[in-house]
C-alpha cells in the first residue's frame, strides 16, 4: 500500500494530512498599522535583492482569518480548523524594480497555519492573539464607525510582543493600505538532517487571485513593539507611527514560484 | 487602609478586582438550534416552581460575546478581557405564569466570563469554543445568506459535549429565536467553608434592558451531544432536531433580583 | 426532583458540580523566593486585623500540584482534572499573636482550581504558568542538586506578572521555608446580585492536616515582577530578594473557619 | 547584513530561529502501553521496506518532556520553550533485517516540538495532552508503587484521540519496553510551493547518544483510541492490550541519516 499526503502525517488515505496542495482561500477582518522603524536595523532583516523603502517604513497587520482549500472542504467546514488569527510585521521596499513587502516576524494561533506558513516561506511562530471583534449592535463592543476604537494584541511566550489601538476617524473607500497589498518575498528553509546545508533554501512568492478589500476605515493609531525572550523584534520598534487601518480583506493563494539561494548565509 | 473591588482580589484601588458591579453589556453573534430532549430527564434538572414546556422543548446557544462594563472600560478596550465564547443548554417552560427559561449547563473561555457567570447564578464552566465566523468577502469562510452553513462546537476537558451545524435557508426578521429570547431563572449557589449550607442559595434573575436582536437567518440543523467524563449533559440529548438560527444579538444586564431557596436540595 | 451538588452545575444526581466538599488533598513541587517590598505597599494590601512583619516580609510561590478529592474520585483519576499550576505572593504577618501570611494575588491555570480557591478566599485569576520541572536522568533538563537552575513564570493576559529564578546550593533538611509555612487569613467575598452589600463577605481559614514537606533545597534567587494590565501586582514589587527554595509539598483541607466583616470596605 | 538562523526566522543574530542545529538532549517521564492492532490497517501505515511485526504489535507511548540544545541554552533554561508533553502510536517490525519502528501519528502541545519534529520526520501535530505527574509525598497524587495508576489523554480539535491507563504492578529493572526502544524509521516530507514533487521527500533516522531508562514500572493497562474528526488514528485501534510502563527515559539526538524516496507516493 502506498502512503499518500501532501504534508505529514501520510496515510492510505492522504486525509491525516496536516492541509492539501492549494488553492487556499482567505477571508479576514484586519487592524493594521503604518510606521517607520531605524532604517539600519531594517536593512539587516531583508534578504539579498530586497531593497527596503529608504525611509524605515513598515506596517504591523493583525488579521482575524477565515480560510478554505479546495482540496479538503473540512478545513472550511470546521471552526477549529480553518479559523486562526495572525499578526505580522512587514518591511516595505522593492524586489527588482517592482514594489514589494518582507515579513520578517509573523505569529498565528493554529498548527494549520504554522505548517502551511513555513511552507511558504513565512516564518511562523505559534503566539497569543486578540484583536477587537467588531459588533453589529449594542453596547458590548466597537463598531466599524468614527470615533470607535480598535485594539490587537500579540503575545510570545507570556510576554506582550505588539500592542495596537486604532481610532476610526473616517471611511476610505478605494484604498489599499501598503501592509496588506505588497507582494512578499519569501525564504523557505527547511534544515536537512544529515548536513551543513538545508535540504530547502529559496526565495519564493505566491501566486495569488481574486484580492479583494472590502470597505476600509482610516483611523489614528498607537503602536507598542516589546521585547519577547525569544523574539528580536524590538530592533523594528517604531521610531515614529502613522496611518491605522480596519478594513476586510479576501484572496486565494494558488501556488507560488521559487529560485535557490546559495546557502552560506544559512550556517546557525 | 482599606481593601476594596466587588469581588476577589481586593486592593487599595479596586482596580484588580476580575470584575465591577452592573450595567454590563453584551453584543454578540448566535449560531442556535431548537430541539427536544427526553421530557422526565428534562423535569430532573429544573428547579422547584419551574414548569418545563411538557415536551421536552430545549435550545442549545453559542454565542461569540464582546462585553462592556459601565465602571471599568479596561473589560471592552482590552479584547482579552471583554471578549469570549458562551455555549449553553436552555430548557424552555415557564415560572409561575410567565414564559421562562432553566440554563443547566454553560461552557465560556474566559476567567471573567466564568466568575461574572457563576455570581448570576450561571453554572459555568470552561470549555474550548469554536464557532464559524461570519465574513463580508471571498472564498475563505461562510456568509450569512442562505445556503451558507454555520458550524460550532464545545469541547470539555477534551472531550467534544456539543457540536451543531446550521445550514441557512432564508432571513426572517421581526424573529425572535426563543433559545435567547426567555427570562433566565438561576440558582445562585455559594458554598460556606465552615458549615453544611450554602452560604448562598438563591433562585435569581437578571435584570435586562435594551434587548435587541439584528438580522435574522434561518435555516435547518444538526445536533451532536456527547458524554464528556465529568458532565451529564448527555442526559439531555435531542430526540429530535428542529430550526436552526444564526442572529446579532445585544443586551443589558442592570442587575438582578433573587429569593432564598430552602437549602436541603444542595447537600453534596 | 431535587437538584444537588456542593457548586454549580447541580443536577440530579450532584456528578456534574465543578467539585465537591473538602477534604481535599494536595502534593506539589514547589519553586520559591523570600523578598522584601515597599513596607506601605504591604500594609494596603491586608485587611483589618493583619500585622504586616513590619520589614515588608513576602514569598512568592509556585506550585505543581496534584490534587484529590474524598467525594469525587474523577479529580485525583483524571490529570486534566485535579492536576494544575500555581503562582501566588504572601505577605507575612501575624493575625492576632499568631504568624499568619496574606496572600493578596494568586493565579492558576484551572477552573477547578479558581473555584476551589475562591471558595475558600484565595483571589485567583486564570495565569498561563510555567515551571521547570525536576528531572530524574539524562541531560534534558534540571535536577535536584547544587547548581542547576529552576525557573517559574506566570503570565496574566499575554504580559509576564512574575518571573523568578533559583540555583540551588545545597540541601537544608527539616526547614520550612516561610512561603508555605504560614496558615493563611483570607477574605471571602461574593457579590449579591440585588444590593449594595456583598451576599458573603467574611474573614477565613482553612483546617490544614497532614501538613508535609519532602526535600528540601536552598538556594539563590532573582525575581521580576512586571506590570500586567489588568493586576496592580507591581505594588508589592521587590526592593531586595533572598532566599530562594525547591521542595516538595503535600497536604489536605479539611475545611475552615469564618468570621464576618463590616462591609463597608467592599463597595466597589 | 546576512540572515542567519537554523531554520525560520532568521535574523541578523540568528536568535530568532526556532531553534538550532542538534545535539539536542531528552529527559522525559513515560506512561506506555503495548497492544495489538489490525494487521492489514498497520501494513497501510508503513513506508515501503518497513516489515511490521506480523501480529499487528504497536505501543502507544505518552511522554512530558524537558529538552535542551547545545547551541541554543534558552531551550532548556525556559520552561516554555523546552518542556513540552507528547504523544504518539509506534508500529513495531523491521527495517532490513534489523528491528526498528514506525510512527504513524505523534501529537505535541508546543511550537518548537511541532517544528522540531517535522524536521526528524515525525508526523506532528498539536493536540491537548495530560498525563498523570508522580507525586513523591501526600495523598493528592499517584506514587510510582505498587497498586498506583498513572493515566494519560490526548485530544485534538476537542475530540479524544487516545486515553490509556496503567496500574502499577511492580518494578521491572534492566527493562527496556519496546515502545521507547526501537530505532524509528521516518519520512521527511516537505513540499514545494511550484511543482507537484516535494522538495525534500526522505527516509530518515536519528542518531541517537546516551540512552538511559529510569527506573521501570510495570503495570496492567487500559487503551480507548477514539476517532478525532482530522485524523484516521481510529484505524489502529487496539484488538488486544498488553503491557503498562511507568518509567523514566532521556537521550540526546546528535543529527541522522536520509536516503531519497522516490515520490509518486507522495502525491495528494
Redesign the interface.
Known amino acids: 500500500?502506498?502512503?499518500?499526503?501532501?504534508?505529514?502525517?501520510?496515510?492510505?488515505?492522504?486525509?491525516?494530512?496536516?492541509l492539501?496542495?492549494p488553492p487556499w482561500?482567505?477571508?479576514?477582518?484586519v487592524i493594521a498599522v503604518d510606521f517607520l522603524a531605524d532604517v539600519d536595523k531594517v536593512?539587516?532583516?531583508v534578504?539579498d535583492g530586497f531593497t527596503p523603502a529608504g525611509d524605515g517604513s513598515c506596517s504591523f497587520v493583525f488579521c482575524?482569518?477565515?480560510?478554505?482549500a479546495d482540496?479538503d472542504p473540512?478545513i472550511?467546514?470546521?471552526?477549529?480548523?480553518?479559523?486562526y488569527k495572525e499578526a505580522y510585521l512587514v518591511i516595505h521596499g522593492a524586489w527588482g524594480d517592482r514594489r514589494a513587502g518582507r515579513v520578517?516576524?509573523?505569529y498565528v494561533d493554529s498548527?494549520l497555519s504554522?505548517?502551511r506558513g513555513?511552507?511558504?516561506?513565512?516564518?511562523?511562530?505559534?503566539g497569543?492573539i486578540?484583536?477587537?471583534?467588531p459588533?453589529?449592535?449594542?453596547?458590548?463592543?466597537?463598531r466599524k464607525a468614527p470615533g470607535e476604537?480598535f485594539?490587537?494584541?500579540?503575545?510570545a511566550?507570556?510576554?506582550?510582543a505588539v500592542d495596537l489601538t486604532v481610532t476610526i476617524d473616517e471611511q476610505r473607500d478605494k484604498t489599499y493600505p501598503k501592509g496588506v497589498a505588497a507582494p512578499l518575498i519569501h525564504?523557505?528553509?527547511?534544515?536537512?538532517?544529515?548536513g551543513d546545508e538545508p535540504?530547502?533554501y529559496e526565495i519564493?512568492r505566491?501566486t495569488i487571485e481574486?484580492f479583494?478589500v472590502?470597505?476600509v476605515w482610516h483611523g489614528s493609531a498607537e503602536l507598542e513593539i516589546g521585547s519577547p525572550?525569544?523574539?528580536?523584534i524590538a530592533?523594528l520598534a517604531p521610531i515614529s507611527v502613522g496611518d491605522g487601518w480596519v478594513l476586510?480583506?479576501?484572496?486565494?493563494v494558488t501556488?507560488?514560484?521559487?529560485e535557490p539561494i546559495a546557502a552560506?548565509?544559512?550556517?546557525?
Chains 1, 2, 3, 4 share one sequence.
Open positions: 500500500m502506498t502512503l499518500t499526503g501532501w504534508t505529514l502525517p501520510q496515510s492510505p488515505t492522504g486525509k491525516s494530512s496536516m492539501p496542495a482561500h482567505y477571508s479576514g477582518e536593512a539587516g532583516y534578504p482575524d482569518w477565515a480560510s478554505a482540496h473540512r472550511k467546514g470546521d471552526p477549529s480548523k480553518g479559523q520578517p516576524f509573523i498548527e504554522i505548517v513555513l511552507i511558504q516561506g513565512f516564518p511562523k511562530k505559534l497569543s486578540h484583536m477587537t471583534r459588533v453589529e449592535l449594542g453596547k458590548g463592543g466597537s476604537m485594539r490587537a494584541h500579540v503575545s511566550h507570556g510576554r506582550r525564504t523557505r528553509l527547511w534544515p536537512s538532517i544529515d535540504a530547502v519564493s505566491g481574486g479583494e472590502g470597505t525572550e525569544h523574539e528580536e530592533d476586510s480583506l479576501a484572496f486565494s501556488g507560488g514560484t521559487s552560506k548565509g544559512a550556517a546557525s
